[in-house]
């Protein structure tokens, strides 16, 4: 696919000069050195990313993508179809989970119609980037065409393009779509290699009959679709999602334009493994916010040794968990900037001290 | 001690009824119930502890306790005894690390000098609660006589009445005082009956050489103090220290005010262990703000059942790692009280697809 090979090209690894640059400065703070552990990692992180002595994650934006999935009428999910739609309109008007926690966190929401089987009309913070009504039941086929795939790959990369545009300094990634565990785990289960079973898990909740039904599924879409097996591409097209490969594109884009990218949970992290089977640098660019309850997620961590910022058991969606994760780097990146050294402290304390002791006479 | 007789008399653990009235609010919520894991169990508690269906945490504060230990002259530390005197103004400059991290987290700081081998004279945000000029050192005998412990006790509950008094709607604790992951793994070993080398940490920073002196320094303590290490208090008394015997006052202080408590790290949990080990119902009021890289707060944690809210290997204290979780719990709040139900929208939804059509129309 031609936009991301060029896109691709664009990818490099962090400079280890921004690394030694950041561990100067955070060793020369008043405190022991190392003593803020991963938060320090962390930030040295967004320092070699953002190429600057002053990183800066004051614009903040997380973008959920939404798409129905073809494969949502085998009856894997606890929610009918519809569900999708309706969380759209709930994104956009404010009240959901996503919405409270992205203020929070100081965080604008960009919801992105990728192919909710539901036509919107304009609105605020609504991206329409609709490929289609939904994905085709991948247990019949691929779940979408390769032209499509190019569509909503190239969408996420368009918005990683908005982003930079728009100045944003630091991304979260969101997603809805009644059935997209299913599909995640179809993907996950495709890129590592591992039984479907270890990878799946309970969605929003289901139990061990819908479970297993659920397992049977992706075994059987991964057999169906066994000749597409063979590419990262290849796997988001025949078993993925539109809101999985828009988010793929959207963390391929970020890394190109060198914006750092908070994961969220298990879609997203799907999405994230796309990605980096393509180039295994982007993994510099991208933090995974949180470790899901779902367990698919783990297989994607592990294959990459990647630590999330947080372990809540979390299992949303929507962009929650990396909303939550985009405050605590966030303080990282303000004790980055703001602790004092060592030689600024013995002035700053001298001034203090004589201070507090001309107020005593 | 009178004092603490009374207090405990009126702590109880929390009402069902509240856990129950939370439980159902978060489920009436618009996203599949249980999906937020362990946020959704911290702001139950949180509403059971304010007895509230409207939990709030917009005040909150941050108190640094801080103390010089006798035991320092053991060598156990990479830092002379004057650092924590030089710490507390920068406390008091607000350019250290928990200054930022408060700022951060919207929590106001108060700096407490329980006992720092230095004269404070009168400044805005520090509260005078000296006890002496430092512990003695617990190698030779107990830290403290018993009416030194009282005192400092006394001055963590005055505190705890004055958050009270204040309105501050979470607390958290933080200390400072060079060679106190000393005194607090002893009061861990001590209390916990763990062998020493499994709850001493490597402090600041120290090496294999010194870190086994420090084993052997309170291997020494213990056998000497034997006789003291039959009850929590006189634990405090023998081994412990200034800040760690106040921050264990604040602590039951806000269990019986009904005042939620985060635990920063090792101290405030040696603090936070010998409170439980008096109360049990204690347990209830306090959230372990994040897994500290000191190993000793393990036996703690799993003494309790407890789980932190982060897990990032922070070791600083000053109470960092309480004011970055302060940030998930009053997100937890935000959600609690925020996100719409099912009911609303229902409602709302329509209203915003109205809009949309009519707009365009």
């Keep these: 696919m031609k936009l991301f090979e060029s896109l691709l090209d664009k990818i490099s690894p962090l400079s280890p000069s921004y ?4 561990r100067r400065r955070l060793e020369s703070q008043i405190r022991p050195a190392g003593s803020l552990g991963y938060l320090e990692e962390l930030v040295e992180r967004l320092v070699a990313i953002q ?26 999910s606890l929610y009918p179809r519809e569900v999708t739609a309706q969380m759209v309109y709930s994104f956009l008007g404010g009240s959901a989970t996503i919405n409270v926690l992205a203020r929070h966190a100081g ?25 289609a009504y939904g994905t085709a039941n991948f247990c019949h086929g691929p779940a979408m065409t390769s032209s499509e795939l190019e569509l909503a790959l190239r969408a996420g990369v368009e918005i990683s393009e908005e982003a930079k545009a728009d100045g944003i300094q630091l991304v979260g990634t969101g997603d809805m779509g009644i059935g997209n565990t299913t599909s995640s785990s179809a993907v996950i289960a495709a890129l590592t290699g591992k039984p479907v079973s270890d ?51 959207l963390i391929v884009g970020c890394a190109a334009e060198r914006i750092p990218v908070v994961i969220d ?65 966030e303080g990282a990146v ?28």
């Design 19 to 22: 690394f030694i640059a950041a």
């Design 265 to 329: 949970g298990l879609i997203a992290s799907a999405a994230a493994l796309a990605a980096l089977e393509l180039h295994p640098s982007i993994l510099d660019y991208v933090f995974f916010g949180h470790r899901s309850y779902e367990r698919g997620q783990d297989a994607v961590l592990k294959r990459y040794g990647a630590r999330p910022v947080l372990d809540l058991d979390l299992r949303l969606g929507e962009g929650t968990g990396a909303c939550l994760a985009m405050g605590v780097l």
């Design 51 to 76: 190429e600057t002595s002053t990183p800066a994650v004051d614009k903040k934006s997380v973008y959920v993508f939404a798409a129905d999935h073809g494969v949502a009428e085998e009856g894997v």
């Design 107 to 131: 965080a604008e929401v960009r919801v992105i119609d990728m192919g909710v089987d539901h036509t919107f009309s304009y609105q605020r913070g609504l991206v329409r980037k609709k490929v």
């Design 199 to 249: 990878v799946t898990g309970r969605g929003t909740g289901i139990d061990a009959e819908i479970w297993e039904r659920k397992v049977r599924v992706i075994e059987t879409a991964l057999e169906k679709n066994a000749s597409y097996l063979t590419d990262p591409l290849r796997v988001l097209q025949a078993v993925g999602g539109f809101e999985i490969a828009g988010i793929a594109g």
């Design 334 to 361: 303000k004790v980055f900037n703001e602790v004092a050294t060592f030689a600024e402290a013995q002035v700053a304390n001298k001034r203090v001290a004589e201070a507090a002791l001309r107020a005593g006479d």
